[in-house]
């Protein structure tokens, strides 16, 4: 009794507050310093597996799942457009997993700095979720980093198309993906391995061209420069698209009443779709692509991407596809008019993201109700969280430190812009050289040019260029106009008159009219036309420089063919130039014969 009584004594008065204490400080030590501000004591911890980057990817998200709850799960499956983002604290909110700047949408001072800091505050907001999965942020730096004012602007790819050639496209892959990560955004919507049958669809110049084995073998070299390794990481993900079959919508099919082609029907049998448009898909995945986004076509009246046989069989299970398939621009929604529907037909048909890319409020609620009415199995939300975090890993955006300001030289660089310069010459195509009136001497007394792209870095650059349509004349974007650079190349004593309307007062035949013409710069639905071909003005300015010189050099700044049948006769040379970019110092490198043409016809030219 008297041993008991001094034995409860002693469990009272030294065990339990020394338990306490031990107690106490084990949780201080297991706690951040502030608690966090959900209260969930298991959260913001540090020394995890899934943080650790010496473990293997497939642990570390094995690790990271096993963490989180259905909510953090549903938010790594929706792909929000920044200016839908109404605070920066619903990153944080409601988890969310990827963000993007759509055509134009950039920081309110278009500076690399100011971009840089926009996406690393939003990185931030990431970090302070539960888990702290960093966002991935995508960009369409489809030719360049385009969006970013004072970035390299290579040309489209129908120019790339031209060259022909995977090395340089390989390198330009590379440049891009540089000035990209200097802003630290890793996930670039390109390339795209459209193969384009009809050139009125406003996305030709979007694409290498029509020969699928041009477009796969450009594809693939694209993909590993951009991905090329960086400590074991991928640089930049680069990000095929629009599965499957966009190049061959039917003209007058658009679901949008304000386009013609675009968001359109493919009627082609599977024999041909397989044939022509997969290819390029096929070998872009075995040279490890782990992106690919879904058209917003419809195959033979089905939607793309409701369509489970194209998504899940072939593209899954039959080429084995790990990566993430991510829906297009508001693609999922044109599913069905009712949202709660398209979204489980779309996430059941093997989407694994959602370019919503809107709301994302709804997007959440509609899957969570969508996962307790059973209408998606948790199996399927589990499988796109770990093809998306998986490739979250494999791109280091869980180890890379964010992207300081010091890196920004990289952009627009000597040696990027070099690279430019290369892929406009060896881009240029040339369709007809009368005489041989090409290669120009340097040394022609006079040279009259003119013509509505031949000072325009706008026009030169096309769609897709600081604005989603781009812009008409020379605000912003840093290069060498097509004039300048013919004024650079020419010898001192040769005299460079330019007029934009080709309005010439002199008496004397110049040697040589240049005159550079050719599309406004557009993208996408807006760009599908029935007749490419030349405005009256840009052909009246061909007409008063022709009745001022001895022979005439017309130079086409389009985005594919344009008709121009009834008056090439009349004309001595002409250079197809596709949207060259920044760097209209490539176009003099052939038109005074410093190099050769080398260009071949991606698309059917007929003259
Ligand atoms: C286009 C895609 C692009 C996406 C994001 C869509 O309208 O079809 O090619 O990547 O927008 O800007
Ligand atoms: C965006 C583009 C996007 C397009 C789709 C635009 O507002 O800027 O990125 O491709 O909408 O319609």
Not at 204 to 212: A, K, L, M, Q, R
Not at 507 to 517: A, E, L, R, T, Y
Not at 566 to 586: C, H, L, R, T, V
Request: charged share 20%; glycine share 8%.
């Amino acid at each position: 009794m008297n041993f008991n009584f001094h034995r409860s004594k002693f469990i009272i008065f030294l065990v339990i507050p020394s338990s306490l204490i031990v107690a106490l400080i084990f949780i201080f030590l297991k706690l951040p310093s502030s608690p966090p501000a959900d209260g969930n004591i298991n959260c913001h911890q540090i020394n995890l597996p899934y943080q650790n980057p010496t473990l293997p990817i497939d642990q570390r998200v094995t690790d990271l799942m096993n963490r989180m709850t259905d909510k953090e799960k549903i938010g790594q499956m929706v792909l929000v457009e920044k200016n839908s983002i109404h605070g920066l604290n619903d990153i944080t909110q409601y988890n969310l997993g990827a963000l993007l700047s759509g055509g134009g949408a950039g920081p309110k001072q278009d500076t690399p700095l100011a971009w840089l800091q926009m996406i690393n505050t939003f990185q931030s907001a990431a970090k302070e979720t539960c888990l702290g999965i960093p966002l991935l942020y995508g960009i369409d730096a489809i030719h360049g980093h385009g969006n970013v004012l004072g970035a390299t602007i290579f040309p489209h790819f129908i120019g790339l198309g031209a060259t022909r050639d995977p090395d340089l496209v390989k390198r330009v892959a590379k440049a891009t993906a540089e000035e990209m990560a200097a802003t630290g955004i890793y996930w670039n919507f390109a390339p795209n391995l459209d193969v384009a049958k009809d050139i009125r669809w406003g996305k030709t110049y979007e694409t290498f061209g029509s020969d699928p084995d041009n477009v796969a073998q450009l594809g693939v070299a694209y993909l590993e420069g951009m991905q090329d390794s960086l400590n074991g990481y991928f640089n930049v993900l680069a990000n095929p698209k629009h599965f499957i079959g966009g190049g061959d919508m039917e003209y007058g099919t658009s679901r949008n009443k304000k386009f013609k082609i675009e968001e359109g029907n493919i009627t082609i049998d599977e024999k041909t779709l397989r044939q022509v448009h997969l290819v390029p898909f096929q070998k872009t995945i075995t040279a490890r692509a782990r992106v690919i986004m879904v058209s917003t076509a419809s195959w033979q009246g089905k939607i793309n991407s409701d369509n489970y046989y194209l998504l899940t069989e072939l593209l899954k299970n039959e080429l084995g596809f790990s990566g993430f398939i991510v829906s297009d621009w508001y693609g999922v929604y044109q599913i069905e008019t009712n949202k709660y529907n398209s979204l489980v037909r779309a996430v059941n048909a093997g989407i694994d993201m959602v370019m919503t890319p809107f709301e994302y409020k709804d997007f959440i609620s509609n899957i969570q109700e969508a996962l307790s009415n059973g209408d998606i199995k948790k199996e399927r939300i589990d499988d796109a969280v770990k093809r998306i975090l998986t490739v979250k890993f494999e791109t280091g955006l869980f180890d890379r430190p964010q992207a300081l300001p010091e890196g920004l030289s990289v952009i627009s660089n000597d040696q990027h812009r070099e690279i430019a310069r290369e892929a406009v010459r060896k881009s240029q195509v040339l369709l007809k050289n009368k005489n041989s009136v090409l290669p120009l001497s340097k040394s022609l007394k006079k040279i009259l040019v003119a013509g509505s792209s031949a000072d325009n870095l706008g026009r030169q650059a096309g769609g897709w260029t600081t604005e989603w349509q781009g812009i008409d004349g020379n605000y912003g974007i840093l290069g060498t106009t097509i004039l300048e650079a013919i004024k650079n190349t020419v010898s001192r004593d040769t005299e460079v008159e330019y007029n934009e309307k080709g309005d010439f007062f002199t008496d004397n035949f110049s040697d040589v009219g240049i005159v550079v013409v050719g599309e406004k710069p557009y993208a996408e639905g807006w760009g599908d036309i029935a007749n490419p071909s030349l405005s009256s003005e840009d052909l009246l300015t061909i007409e008063k420089v022709k009745a001022k010189s001895k022979k005439l050099v017309v130079i086409i700044v389009s985005g594919r063919p344009l008709n121009i049948k009834e008056y090439a006769k009349n004309w001595d040379g002409i250079i197809a130039s596709w949207f060259p970019g920044s760097e209209g110092q490539g176009v003099a490198d052939v038109l005074f014969g410093d190099y050769a043409f080398t260009g071949t016809l991606p698309v059917n030219w007929e003259l």
